[in-house]
Structures are given as structure tokens and as C-alpha cells.
């Protein structure tokens, strides 16, 4: 287990604890038949009680309707970066009852939920320039303002969070801007990050989950593309407006540039100087009924690099469970210590309540990269399932301070492949399998943990990602996708890397080195893939899984998700899995829906035993996260269809696509 000095916690009355949990079941209990939220609920469970769509008829659904944002037609010199991932959400009948989600290019866009039928589109008419990784809007998040008269403009909102950094408002009835809300519906946070950094160039830093309403408050983390390059990054603030005016209510830096006493924190004063990052790019959880925030933390800048920032770098890399009404931390659990690998939190954390001896226990739930699963109680922080502290290598490049120990959960098991070796190597003919194992042979380090240096070092590819997973609170199912793609990173000394390798393009981190600013050094990262451009380890390459909470955290099933015909050149639907991005959905009628998958299909599967009972073909993969609703007495599940970067350019696209009973 973590000990004191790398996790605070403040304790939680008992009183207020006793209260908070009745109140919240209740909330729960009441939010799982709509979808008010990106996750569902605020705790981002992905669970639905309905139940008219089950594991009987399931095998009858058909397309109900689809509607595509324009994007695409507008933008085709952006096509390849601008899939649309998103998750819509449900308003309640007071709020129009209207599907409400926002396209890669950030238009906010209402429909008929019965019919796709458009109501209202609000454009921003973002900026359409340099983008640091790619266009994207995963959600929005909605608020009623309790106070203001009934039937007035803007008594219900939609908030959403641009590409160009502005937090808007929108009255949720005409997809008008909220004239009250900022100026004229828009607070501008560009001003705000580039302050901190006024070198920055437009797309280094993005907003792309949806914003977190909870209480009068509109939260909002960032996605920062200039890690990767530079040590001195923006910091990741994450920033809490007031709903109805959108004046800035509190920030909280995950990096305490402020703090007196930066050792007590796992830090050095110079390290604190000259660091940025840390930010929230995945989706927030929140607990309304308890106050609080949950906050997925990723790596301190750069991330490939931590000379510059020596320490644990505490609140990196954390679950942190922040107080709402003034940002203050409650507590906080590190996952990763001193994070070298790029290991951020991906995943919105998950908040349930777990069956233990024989009573209900508030959990949060964080999954990993890495493919170790965190469960912490959701009050204190405290590991519900044992972890440990355990030696890792620190043998890294010169100037290197790498932690000597790492935390790992004894339960559940971890998902992914621990290491790589020559001897693992696979391919579809003699040819690539023995290119592949020259490859594998050439990285000097393998493995969970083992330093980025300059032999290159292969390890496992994001076990989990920012589909994150779904409770089903009936059976204590944890249901989620695993990758299982080898990747490699290494490091070179900046000074022997020539300006042609560095002027090449690259995608994201993807690519020809990479300087890092503020480091001597520069790196490479990318998958390792066969000539014939299959991974080079063994399949499958994607699973779907259910693990059970209830007692031993024990695998109940495990299954191959995704076949291959749209990724080779000859279409064979080999069943090997995929490459994922995405998440499930799991509902009262005993079914897990997911896309996900690189072949442009959309599933679902019976939550009990794993067995596929219904399939059909999308317009573009659907790599996003389902969703499901009830309106006119009629079920309907709904899933973006856009494509993804994991996926290949060759069908990108910006269909929202719904399927119910005939």
C-alpha cells in the first residue's frame, strides 16, 4: 500500500458520511433508467436499468435512425482528424427531452430522440487551425439552475468545452447562448493558459471531455499536446466557473507550484519552477450528494522525462478527490510515482458501491494504461483491495531519479502481458514472424516499469484507455475492453539526433524523434508492427472481459473483441481482436453493448456468460462509448459511428447511429 507520505487524507464525519450515502443510493437508483450524464450518472457507471431490450429479443434490433453532424462535408482538408467519438446525453422532459451532443468540430447539436430529427444547432465556429492532436468533442453536460423562474430562458444549460479553449453556455430549450454566462454565453480560458505559457501555439492545448457540472459549478480539465515536447508545459488547472455567471469560482493545480514546502510533497522547489502538466485530459467524476470531484491526473512534463522534475511528483498520476465548492483536496492516491512512461489516468474513475461483508461500500474504481485496476474507497482513499509497494528498476538515462518502488494492486490481477520477448514473436507467414523477432530482439528493456533509455524499451500498449469500463451493480460485473499491442520508446541524446529527423511530421507523439524542451534528450514512441502491418506479438490484440468484485476479483470471462478484414488488404474477418477505442455499456436487460472494435461493427453480448448475441455493420467504427434511452415507451441504444485514429484513416466519418425494437 502507498504509505503517508505519498497519499493526504483528511477525514470524512461520519455523520455527514451516513447521510451522503443514503441520499446518493437514492440518486443513483433514480439517474440509471436515463442519461443525463457523459458517463450515465455522475460516477460514470455506464449502467442502465432498462430492461425492454434483453438478452430474448435482442437479436431483433434494427437501425432506428442516423443523422451525421456535417463535419466531415464541411471540413474534407480535416477529415482524417476529425472522427466523431462522442457520447450524447438525455434531457429530462423539463429541459425538452432532447439528445443533445457536440461534433468533433464542437457544434452542439439537439435531436428528436425518437425520430434523429434535428431541433437546434449551435455553431462556435471554432478556430480551424493547427491542431495539436486532432478535433474532438467527447461530450457536454447539462444544468438546471434550480433558482431561476420556471420557463425562463436558460433554466436549463448545456455546457461545452472547445477545441480553441472556450466554456460555453447554451439554453438547452433553443440552443441559444446563455447572454448571462460569461460574455454573451462564452467565457474565453485562452487568455487564462496562455499567461502561463505565452509561447504556446494554437492547438498545443485542447479541451476535449465534457465539462463536469455538480452544485452552481461548471468544471473543466485540458488536454495539453505540448507535453510530450516540453518540460515546461502549461500547468493543468483544472477550473471551476460559476454556473450562472461564469465568473472563475477556483483552480486547483495538480503540480503545487505554491506549495512552501515542495519536498514534503514529493517535489524539489526547481523541479516545481520549471514543470508543467499534470492535467486532467480524461472525463471527472462527481459525487453531489458528498461534494465531491474526481479528478483522473496525468503525467507531469514531459512525459518521457523526469530529470528536470525529481520526486514522486505528487498529484500526478492520482486519483484526487477534490472538495467542489472550493477545490481543496480531500485526499489523493498516486498510481504512478515519478512517471516516465506517459502513464496517464485515462479512464473516468468509476464511483459504485461494492457488496462487502454484507454491506454496500463506496468505491471508486480506476482503471490503467498499464492494465492494473485501483479500488479505493471512495471517502478515504484507501485501497479496498490490498496494494503494495514493489521495487522497479532505476537504472535510467544519465540524469535520470526514477522512484525504486511502484504500487500494485494485489486484486485484481493485472490485464495485460507483463513483458516481451524474441521469443513471442508472431506473424501470418515465416517472412514477418522472423522480422519480428529481429525487432523484439533489438530493444535493450522489456517490461512493466523498466526505464526508457537509449537501447529502447518495448512494453504492453494502453491496456485501457479513456472507454474506461461499466458496473453492472446486480452482479458486482466489472465489463471492459483490453488492448494488447506491443510499443516501444527511446530515448536520444538531442544533440545527436540531426534537424532533418526532427523537422519530419508526426502524429501526436507518434514519429521521427522528438526534442524535449528543457531536457537534454529527445524520444521516439511507436507501436511494433510486422511489414505487413500486424502487431508482432501473438493475438488477440483486443478482448472484451468481465471481471467480478464481489469476492475474488476473478476473471468470470474473458472473449476476443474485433476481426481484422478492415485493416488488411485482403477483407478475411480473422478473428483476431483489434486495436480499441471505446467503451461498453452494460443494462438491466442482462446485455453488455460495445463498438469499440477496428472493424466497424457494433455488439452486444450477454453479461453473464460472454456469448455474442447480436452484431451489425456501422458506417465507420464505432469508437465511442454507447449509450441508451427510453422515450414514448420505446428503448433505444445509441452509439457513434466516426472512426478512429487506432483504426487507420481509411474511414473516418461522423455518423450517430440508433437502434431499437421494430
Avoid at 451525421?68 to 422532459?93: M, Q
Avoid at 522528438?514 to 511507436?526: E, K, N
Amino acid at each position: 500500500m502507498a504509505n503517508d507520505t505519498r497519499r493526504a487524507t483528511r477525514p470524512f464525519p461520519a455523520w455527514a458520511g451516513l447521510v451522503a450515502l443514503l441520499v446518493v443510493s437514492a440518486a443513483m437508483a433514480g439517474d440509471r433508467d436515463d442519461w443525463q450524464h457523459y458517463g450515465g450518472g455522475p460516477g460514470g457507471s455506464h449502467y442502465s436499468s432498462l430492461a425492454q431490450i434483453n438478452r430474448d429479443n435482442v437479436g431483433s434490433l434494427a437501425l432506428a435512425w442516423s443523422y451525421r453532424t456535417g463535419d466531415i462535408e464541411r471540413h474534407p482538408e480535416h477529415r482524417p482528424l476529425a472522427a466523431l467519438n462522442v457520447t450524447p446525453i438525455l434531457l429530462p422532459k423539463a429541459a425538452g427531452e432532447s439528445l443533445v451532443f457536440c461534433s468533433a468540430m464542437n457544434r452542439v447539436i439537439a435531436l428528436d430522440p425518437a425520430s434523429g430529427k434535428e431541433r437546434w444547432v449551435h455553431d462556435p465556429q471554432i478556430r480551424i487551425g493547427p491542431v495539436g492532436s486532432k478535433f474532438l468533442c467527447r461530450g457536454v453536460a447539462y444544468w438546471e439552475d434550480s433558482d431561476a423562474v420556471a420557463g425562463a430562458s436558460c433554466r436549463h444549460r448545456i455546457f461545452t468545452a472547445t477545441n480553441d479553449l472556450r466554456l460555453i453556455g447554451i439554453d438547452a430549450l433553443s440552443g441559444k447562448p446563455c447572454g448571462d454566462f460569461g460574455t454573451a454565453g462564452v467565457v474565453d480560458v485562452q487568455p487564462d493558459i496562455h499567461d502561463d505559457a505565452p509561447d504556446l501555439k494554437e492547438g498545443d492545448v485542447q479541451f476535449s471531455a465534457p465539462p463536469v457540472t455538480i452544485a452552481d459549478l461548471v468544471v473543466i480539465g485540458s488536454s495539453d499536446n505540448s507535453k510530450f515536447w516540453r518540460a515546461d508545459s502549461p500547468r493543468g488547472e483544472v477550473r471551476a466557473y460559476d454556473a450562472r455567471t461564469g465568473a472563475l469560482r477556483w483552480k486547483f493545480d495538480p503540480i503545487p507550484h505554491e506549495a512552501e514546502n515542495a519536498e514534503a510533497l514529493g517535489w524539489t522547489r526547481e523541479g516545481l519552477e520549471h514543470t508543467g502538466g499534470a492535467n486532467v485530459w480524461s472525463m471527472m467524476s462527481s459525487d453531489p450528494a458528498r461534494g465531491l470531484l474526481f479528478l483522473p491526473t496525468a503525467t507531469a512534463a514531459p512525459n518521457n522525462f523526469g530529470g528536470n522534475r525529481p520526486g514522486d511528483n505528487r498529484y500526478a498520476n492520482s486519483v484526487v478527490a477534490l472538495r467542489a465548492a472550493d477545490g481543496t483536496v480531500v485526499w489523493h492516491f498516486q498510481i504512478v510515482h515519478h512517471d516516465v512512461w506517459d502513464l496517464d489516468l485515462p479512464a473516468q474513475p468509476i464511483l459504485v458501491d461494492l457488496k462487502r461483508n454484507g454491506k454496500l461500500l463506496p468505491v471508486v474504481i480506476q482503471l490503467t494504461k498499464q492494465g492494473l485496476i485501483f479500488v479505493l474507497n471512495r471517502e478515504t482513499g484507501e485501497p479496498v483491495f490490498p496494494v503494495e509497494e514493489r521495487p522497479v528498476p532505476t537504472d535510467g538515462v544519465p540524469g535520470e531519479v526514477l522512484s525504486p518502488t511502484q504500487p500494485f494492486p494485489v486484486r485484481p490481477a493485472p490485464l495485460g502481458v507483463a513483458r516481451y520477448t524474441p521469443e513471442q514473436a508472431w506473424g501470418f507467414t515465416l517472412f514477418d514472424r522472423s522480422a519480428c523477432r529481429r525487432k523484439l530482439a533489438s530493444f535493450g528493456r522489456s517490461g512493466l516499469y523498466e526505464p526508457p533509455g537509449f537501447e529502447g524499451t518495448l512494453m504492453a500498449s494502453s491496456a485501457n484507455n479513456w472507454g474506461g469500463a461499466a458496473f453492472d451493480p446486480e452482479r458486482s460485473l466489472l465489463v471492459l475492453p483490453v488492448s494488447q499491442v506491443p510499443i516501444y520508446t527511446r530515448l536520444k541524446r538531442t544533440a545527436d539526433v540531426t534537424p532533418e529527423e526532427l523537422d519530419q511530421p508526426r502524429m501526436g507523439p507518434i514519429g521521427p524523434p522528438t526534442a524535449m524542451a528543457g531536457t537534454p534528450y529527445s524520444f521516439q514512441f511507436a507501436p511494433v508492427l510486422s511489414p505487413l502491418f500486424s502487431p508482432c506479438t501473438p493475438p488477440p490484440w483486443g478482448e472484451l472481459m468481465a471481471l467480478d468484485l464481489s469476492g475474488d476479483t476473478g476473471t468470470k470471462w474473458r472473449f476476443t473483441l474485433g476481426t481484422l478484414e478492415k485493416l488488411m488488404p485482403v477483407p478475411i474477418p480473422l478473428p483476431f481482436g483489434t486495436p480499441l477505442a471505446g467503451g461498453p455499456t452494460v443494462t438491466a436487460g442482462g446485455l453488455v453493448f460495445i463498438g469499440a472494435s477496428a472493424d466497424e461493427k457494433f455488439r452486444a453480448f450477454d453479461i453473464d456468460s460472454g456469448k455474442k448475441l447480436w452484431e451489425v455493420s456501422t458506417p465507420a467504427s464505432a469508437m465511442a462509448t454507447p449509450m441508451t434511452y427510453s422515450v414514448g415507451g420505446r428503448q433505444f441504444v445509441v452509439v457513434a459511428a466516426g472512426g478512429h485514429i487506432v483504426a487507420g484513416f481509411r474511414n473516418v466519418s461522423d455518423y450517430l447511429v440508433a437502434y431499437a425494437l421494430p
